[in-house]
């Protein structure tokens, strides 16, 4: 008889190594390494692929052969959904969204199901977190009107699961969460990367499937660091990976697209979370920024681009005297580094700061990811300093760099034209940045070539003080 042999596989990047240790040899997390009995090779195989029926039986064809029609996209009434998964649901993809706990991935699934199944669409949920009864709470507040065509069931073990499929023939399947599933071919237990790796290959056969094409959705866990649990081996494997952020006390929710393969990687889509569920934000512009019939000292509006959306945002600033030797910088939506560089620049184009504690924060909790807001985050400040607001339909759009100039940034006509559809009345942009004038009708463009033309511009050349 052969002698067991043992292995130490880590949960969190899924690396083996023969002896246990406190930290991972590869990723060097501490306390991951779980035990896992390897069989030897006299033992009976088991199967760690899909099955055969599970359809990965068809030949080579020519790709020019191959027809593409928009009939592969599944679309739901969600227009914010439509657009995050690259303009709708392809019919044998197979999906992973993340988030922390709490953050509304099981509601805006149940939601999303809710709209398939309207259409007409066959839906089966698998919980392996939740029972049947707890679903039937939710759907109450979020999805009163659910279809008799979803089908619900609280389970963990796939191969039930891949029964249950034979009995509903679902066109979508959700999985919450792939961490809860285990196949009973293998010994390790729920959650290990083997268990992960082999689930999400057989959902793979299932999804991809010639003679059945179904479109899957899979719960992901999410780590203390804010990444998907498991190996990134699951992230290549499927097709799009969905990230779901929003802190709990705040009411907006994003939903970013890390990976899709059929559509713009980036692509985000906005829900205010209510009572009813997770409603889509269908003109983000007004969320993100406060109305007024008069401007305030520290306000200042810029452009953010969200995967192919522009959106106005409203960025808020607060300088007072500093009562300790060293000034403290506080922001929220940028991180504090840049924050530091922002008011280094400021204060070297004239404005002191060097006495002051400065804070800075988005609106509704937008964390813009592009240096495009940089030249509104250094106007606001300057109108804290100065006590003097800014008018309430002027808008900065630019790149600061260390040396005070006003740098390029990508996709301005599209930011200007919506700025004009919206109807704002000035925006300052980099010097040189448009290749031609674009035509508006309301919206007047000003070319800046430095933080100190900005500011003599908009607040007199009074504002600027040189110390």
């Known amino acids: ?79 914010e959904f439509n657009r995050v998964m690259g303009g709708g649901i392809v019919r044998d993809s197979i999906t992973i969204i993340t988030a922390p706990p709490g953050a509304g991935k099981s509601t805006l699934l149940l939601m999303i199901a809710e709209q398939l199944g309207s259409s007409g ?51 979508i399947l959700i999985i919450d969460s792939i961490q809860s599933m285990y196949v009973n ?48 081996s699951m992230e290549h494997a499927v097709d799009t990976v969905l990230y779901l952020e929003g802190e709990r006390t705040q009411q907006i929710r994003y939903v970013y697209a890390e990976k899709n393969r059929f559509g713009e990687t980036g692509e985000v889509a906005l829900y205010s979370m209510e009572q009813a569920g997770m409603i889509p934000i269908t003109n983000p512009s007004e969320f993100f920024m406060t109305k007024r019939k008069s401007p305030v000292p520290g306000s200042a509006l810029t452009v953010t681009r969200e995967g192919t959306r522009n959106i106005v945002v409203e960025v808020e600033s607060l300088t007072e005297s500093s009562m300790y030797g060293f000034p403290i910088r506080v922001s929220e939506g940028i991180n504090k580094q840049n924050l530091q560089i922002m008011t280094a620049i400021v204060e070297r184009s004239g404005v002191r700061l060097s006495d002051k504690d400065v804070y800075v924060k988005f609106v509704a909790g937008m964390k813009p990811k592009e240096t495009s807001v940089n030249l509104g985050i250094a106007m606001s400040i300057v109108s804290s300093v100065h006590k003097m607001g800014i008018p309430t339909d002027t808008v900065f759009i630019g790149e600061v760099g260390l040396t005070g100039e006003i740098k390029n940034v990508p996709y301005l006509e599209t930011r200007i034209k919506e700025l004009d559809r919206l109807g704002f009345h000035t925006v300052y942009i980099p010097k040189g940045n448009l290749r031609e004038p674009i035509p508006t009708k309301n919206l007047k ?23």
């Open 1 to 79: 008889m052969a002698k067991e042999k043992k292995e130490f596989v880590c949960s969190a990047c899924g690396f083996s190594q023969a002896k246990w240790g406190g930290q991972c040899g590869s990723c060097r997390e501490w306390n991951t390494l779980e035990e896992r009995v390897v069989e030897s090779k006299s033992a009976a195989a088991t199967p760690t692929t899909p099955r055969k029926s599970l359809g990965r039986g068809s030949k080579p064809v020519r790709l020019k052969d191959v027809k593409s029609s928009k009939q592969s996209r599944i679309l739901v009434t969600d227009q």
């Open 121 to 171: 669409l066959t839906v089966y949920y698998a919980s392996g977190e939740e029972s049947v009864d707890q679903i039937k709470e939710r759907s109450n507040r979020v999805a009163p009107n659910i279809a008799e065509n979803v089908w619900i069931q609280s389970e963990t073990n796939m191969n039930a699961i891949e029964d249950s499929l034979n009995d509903v023939d679902p066109d």
């Open 185 to 232: 071919e293998l010994p390790a237990r729920a959650g290990s990367p083997t268990q992960v790796d082999e689930c999400v290959n057989r959902l793979i056969g299932i999804a991809k499937n010639p003679e059945r094409k179904r479109a899957i959705f899979i719960v992901g866990q999410m780590t203390k660091k804010d990444e998907l649990a498991g190996n990134r």
């Open 445 to 467: 463009v000003m070319e800046v070539g430095t933080l100190n033309e900005a500011i003599s511009s908009v607040f007199s050349a009074k504002a600027v003080t040189p110390f």
